[in-house]
């Protein structure tokens, strides 16, 4: 006997083995800086109950042509999990992530409408009626666009204009990345269109905070632009009764500034793409994470080697003495290794202390001196020891810095990849502190040889430092470290924009992902 449909709305964890009868009204695809991608899925049922889903990065050769957008399936046999995304896409409680018995069958389900929204008027935004962490469907006329520009070395492009409804109220919207040269495109080819009323699947709604007014954003990939599509009844009934009360499009409506090179603050370039937190923050994450925090270099920590490791003379990786040559993991060979620095710092805020790895680029603009010289200086002394920290180093400490650093849950450090010193910039990032949100994180499998899913443990490593005096801070420490010599902050320089979370420019730049927050490139590398 086949198992029953069931609806959406009894979804839980309580079983494995659901099978639905579901239209996909939104699919967008995550590409990792691993360069894995996975898919993403809003599925809705006869009822009109919404929830999430997930093709991991293994099953979307699988599934990727089977699943079209408007289709209706049949489908059954997922992993069920918490919906702890930061920004959701459904108020379900629970997300399905698909394995390898999922199944997936299309058929016609005249049951199911074709089309179907969770609009929020703007009415209701500007009386704040909504979950800033929830993301809506906004219908609005373009009334006015105040900025326009498109950066061609980057996907920073921006748009900011308001938007208005039946209400009359006027709400700004910005716009980035590729919607922004989708919004500019349409206003350069459709000028007989006359008015622009626009459909937002899955947008933002950021409230105000200081100069910055209340504002409807896109969530990066997963949000959907749609300019006159009179195929949805709430765009064409809107488009009429606005008709009036719309500017009519012109070659002028959107004068684009085109530019080669970014316009943002060194604030928005160093928080880009990462989570602005502080110590105790990080002690919450439970996933991968790129982060920008504030803390002050107070000792170094003796690890598993000295203060510097034998490089590569082409890349950052350590090199070994294989058949008489020094090779990297890459199969580079030196002549000679180059002595390349490695630190590893305890560093606090006040609150806590958490251990960071400082590598060669970063410790040379702190130090002043490459560690080639610093060894070569030595030598000729007579004083050289490569296990004795010189005390040149001790530069370094005592400084308050806004760094930029990788946390990964199975390293007891930080990986740091950029740092500031500015001061004004490490106040700017301390006041963005108390804005950020503790949020459960699940880690999806991306194993090819396995299906099944694990959720992080979510205990922090920090006792009841409300409770106490911070005249003691607490450390975050563990005698594991990070033993593969490589300088991610070379590999990182260049800051490349996408997942979870999302830095903020001017307008408080979104970065917001509806998969797992972009990170670092995992590299695997001989100890």
């Known amino acids: 006997m086949a198992r ?25 695809s995550v590409t990792s800086s691993q360069n894995r991608e996975h898919l993403e899925l809003i599925l809705f049922d006869s009822k009109l109950d919404l929830i999430q889903a997930i093709v991991p990065s293994y099953l979307v050769s699988k599934f990727k042509t089977q699943l079209e957008l408007g289709c209706s399936y049949i489908m059954q046999n997922f992993k069920v999990f918490s919906n702890d995304f930061s920004f959701k896409s459904t ?52 009334t006015e666009i105040s900025q326009a520009q498109i950066i061609l070395d980057n996907n920073k492009s921006k748009v900011v204009f308001s938007l208005t409804d039946l209400s009359k109220h006027h709400v700004q919207c910005t716009l980035w990345g590729k919607l922004v040269v989708q919004l500019n495109e349409y206003y350069t080819t459709h000028k007989a269109d006359g008015s622009i009323v626009l459909l937002l699947m899955n947008a933002r709604i950021k409230e105000p905070q200081g100069n910055y007014p209340l504002n409807v954003s896109n969530a990066w990939n997963g949000t959907k ?26 070659s002028s409506s959107m004068q684009m500034e085109t530019t080669n090179t970014s316009v943002f603050s060194d604030l928005d370039k160093f928080v880009w793409k990462a989570e602005v937190l502080s110590l105790s923050d990080i002690a919450y994450l439970q996933t991968e994470t790129t982060c920008v925090t504030v ?52 560093a606090s805020d006040g609150k806590l202390k958490y251990k960071f790895i400082f590598w060669d680029v970063d410790c040379v603009k702190l130090i002043g001196k490459s560690a080639l010289q610093m060894k070569l200086d030595l030598m000729e002394t007579g004083d050289f020891d490569p296990l004795e920290f010189p005390y040149e180093l001790d530069v370094m400490l005592k400084k308050e810095l806004a760094i930029r650093a990788v946390f990964q849950p199975n390293k007891a450090s930080l990986s740091v990849i950029g740092f500031k010193a500015d ?53 975050v420490s563990d005698p594991l470290s990070i033993t593969a010599d490589y300088d991610p902050s070379v590999a990182n320089s260049a800051l490349t924009p996408s997942k979870r979370s999302i830095p903020e420019t001017v307008e408080e730049l979104d970065s917001a992902q509806l998969s797992s927050t972009k990170i670092i490139r995992d590299i695997k590398l001989e100890k």
């Open 4 to 28: 029953p449909i069931e609806y959406i709305s009894s979804i839980d964890d309580s079983k494995d083995l659901w099978k639905v009868a579901v239209r996909c009204k939104h699919m967008w």
């Open 91 to 142: 108020d379900h409680k629970f997300k399905l992530i698909f394995c390898g018995s999922t199944s997936v069958k299309k058929v016609q389900l005249a049951d199911i409408p074709l089309n179907h929204l969770k609009l929020i008027g703007m009415n209701d935004i500007i009386e704040g009626k909504y979950r800033t962490n929830l993301l809506y469907d906004i219908i609005g006329g373009v």
């Open 225 to 250: 632009l749609l300019i006159n599509d009179l195929s949805i009844e709430e765009v064409k009934n809107l488009k009429e009764k606005l008709k009036d009360d719309l500017p009519t499009l012109s």
């Open 295 to 346: 803390a002050t270099l107070e000792k170094f920590e003796c690890g598993q080697s000295g203060w510097y490791y034998d490089g590569c003379s082409e890349c950052t990786k350590s090199v070994t003495l294989k058949d008489g040559k020094f090779m990297c993991y890459s199969k580079h060979i030196s002549s000679e290794p180059v002595p390349r620095f490695k630190l590893e710092v305890l």
């Open 423 to 475: 001061e004004v910039l490490r106040t700017k990032i301390k006041e963005r502190f108390k804005c950020e949100e503790h949020t459960s994180k699940i880690v999806v499998s991306t194993d090819d040889t396995r299906d099944d899913m694990h959720t992080a443990s979510c205990t922090p490593t920090i006792s009841t430092s409300e409770k106490q005096s911070h005249a003691d801070p607490q450390t």
